[in-house]
């Protein structure tokens, strides 16, 4: 048996060359020192993503994208068919677990100012698949044809529609018409399972190949000391693999307490039920929405909170390029701060959307 | 011109006018047809002595829905039911006699009004007329 292993490994080695894949692994080194726990969030990230793929391709077998249908069918996945509960509620799960997991991976990124020079792509790369992964939540959660979900197209894609000059236009395009109807769900199915993933992947490819190639970030108030490395392979990918399992783990608990909802199915003539919500991630815009007056001044305050968070957004995928004292290698306390004010904002106006419902 | 530079001018805009030419319909395509939307005058929204004072119903009027409100005097009302501020369909609030977003607390009142919350601008009202048992709802003019 051992025999047939080294012959299989030898053939396959002679075409794909594995042992120079594994040299370079094994010479690959990574830093390792206090702040080492916040490098594992990416590889997790990857991992998740993995399983949404895995999931998603699995969901399709009986997912149906029509508004007569699309309910139904998640019914019968969750009711009727082996296992599709799991499926299911692994896919759901996951894609609220892997939001999370990525915004910690951009703020500890952010907060380690990993995100100097040379590594502003690897930034932008990742501030790109954020709002990727948060467009994949927002499709994706259309796709049940929920009371829910319905409502929450509509409120999210009405923010697109505020946008000065291209809004109306974007909006049509997004919902395939003038309001969420059938073409809005054919083509969320499409962004969901064809385009969005197309970009994603593109994304994530670029986005690792530089890891790969510029090597694991230092924090500035390290980069002059001696630092311990580990091995890229086999000592991190243990340890990368270690996380994975604890999550996945996770996953699996939560799915079997507290499976995902199928909801009640939209009625597009029902009054919007009351206390509804974005999916968490949504949550501190749509509360700030809530708060921002009618009009400021002569600006209508939903167009101008909408494009503060377009130019906020702007600025904090700019970081690398206006955080100059880190480019230099200098600690930036000012960019810190800003970080700080920003996460304690999405954290307050979150835990408000869930604790003053009525605010 | 030099004929190596005319040359690769010729190549990069043939290049170039090729991509375009495959991407125009690939645009084209993914830009939704425009469609011509019917747009509803006037719809029956119900029928005389279905709805008890202080109490409301959604009815469809074209594409959107619409909200016919019988008050506590029994004075029948009707707007439209989509919010102004981001198109969530609103409901009435029995114990306040205002129509409700739940969305992001948008209150109007029964003028049509924005009474508190963000909605930029008031709720359209719709006219009723009672023909027979039938409450026909329409735009006004």
Redesign the interface.
């Known amino acids: 048996m051992k025999a047939l292993g080294r012959n299989l490994f030898a053939y396959l080695d002679e075409r794909f060359k594995l042992q120079g894949l594994f040299a370079f692994a094994e010479h690959k080194k990574v830093p390792e020192h206090e702040y080492s726990f916040w490098y594992y969030f990416g590889g997790i990230a990857l991992f998740l993503s993995g399983i949404q793929v895995a999931t998603g391709i699995m969901l399709l077998l009986y997912y149906t994208p029509s508004i007569d249908a699309a309910h139904e069918s998640i019914q019968f996945i969750m009711s009727q068919v082996k296992f599709g509960w799991l499926i299911r509620s692994v896919h759901s799960w996951t894609a609220n677990i892997l939001i999370g997991i990525l915004f910690v991976h951009m703020f500890s990124t952010f907060f380690l100012k990993a995100y100097r020079k040379p590594r502003e792509l690897t930034w932008i790369t990742g501030f790109f698949l954020l709002v990727l992964f948060m467009a994949f939540g927002f499709s994706g959660y259309l796709l049940p044809w929920n009371e829910l979900s319905f409502?929450a197209t509509?409120?999210g894609t009405?923010?697109a529609g505020?946008l000065p000059l291209v809004g109306t236009w974007l909006k049509?395009?997004i919902?395939?018409?003038?309001?969420v109807s059938q073409?809005t769900l054919s083509r969320f199915f499409w962004f969901h399972v064809a385009l969005l993933p197309l970009a994603a992947f593109t994304l994530i490819a670029i986005h690792v190949l530089l890891v790969q190639i510029l090597g694991m970030s230092v924090p500035i108030k390290l980069k002059d000391k001696k630092l311990k490395e580990i091995s890229f392979f086999p000592d991190f990918i243990y340890k990368d693999a270690l996380g994975w399992t604890l999550i996945l783990v996770l996953i699996g608990v939560i799915c079997v307490f507290l499976p995902w909802e199928v909801g009640k199915k939209a009625d597009?003539?029902?009054?919007?039920?009351?206390?509804?919500k974005p999916e968490w991630y949504f949550t501190f815009m749509?509360t700030t929405?809530?708060?921002?007056?009618?009009?400021v001044l002569f600006v209508?305050?939903?167009v101008l909170a909408i494009l503060a968070f377009l130019v906020g957004g702007i600025f904090w995928m700019l970081a690398p390029f206006l955080d100059r004292k880190a480019a230099r290698g200098e600690r930036s306390p000012a960019a810190t701060w800003i970080g700080i004010i920003l996460l304690l904002y999405i954290v307050v106006m979150t835990v408000l959307t869930y604790t003053v419902p009525?605010? | 011109m030099e004929r190596r530079r005319f040359i690769n001018f010729f190549l990069g805009g043939s290049f170039l006018a090729t991509l375009a030419a495959f991407l125009y319909p690939v645009i084209k395509y993914?830009?939704?047809p425009k469609?011509a939307?019917a747009l509803q005058k006037k719809v029956a929204a119900g029928k005389v002595g279905e709805l008890a004072p202080n109490s409301a119903k959604?009815?469809?009027f074209g594409?959107?829905?619409g909200?016919l409100v019988n008050t506590q005097e029994g004075q029948l009302l009707a707007f439209s039911?989509v919010c102004t501020?981001?198109?969530?369909?609103?409901?009435f609030e029995a114990s306040t006699g205002t129509l409700y977003?739940?969305?992001?607390?948008g209150r109007f009142d029964m003028t049509g009004n924005?009474v508190s919350?963000?909605?930029?601008r008031p709720i359209e009202a719709y006219a009723v007329e009672v023909v027979g048992e039938d409450i026909f709802v329409s735009r006004k003019a």
Do not use: M, Y
């Not at chain 1, 919902?175 to 309001?179: A, D, E, N």
């Open positions: 409502f509509r409120v009405d923010i505020a049509g395009v919902l395939g018409g003038t309001t073409a597009p003539f029902a009054a919007t039920p009351l206390g509804i749509f929405l809530k708060l921002v007056p009618s009009h209508e305050g939903e009525k605010l | 993914v830009l939704p469609q939307e959604i009815f469809k594409a959107t829905p909200i039911a501020h981001l198109t969530c369909t609103v409901s977003c739940p969305c992001h607390n924005v919350g963000p909605p930029p």
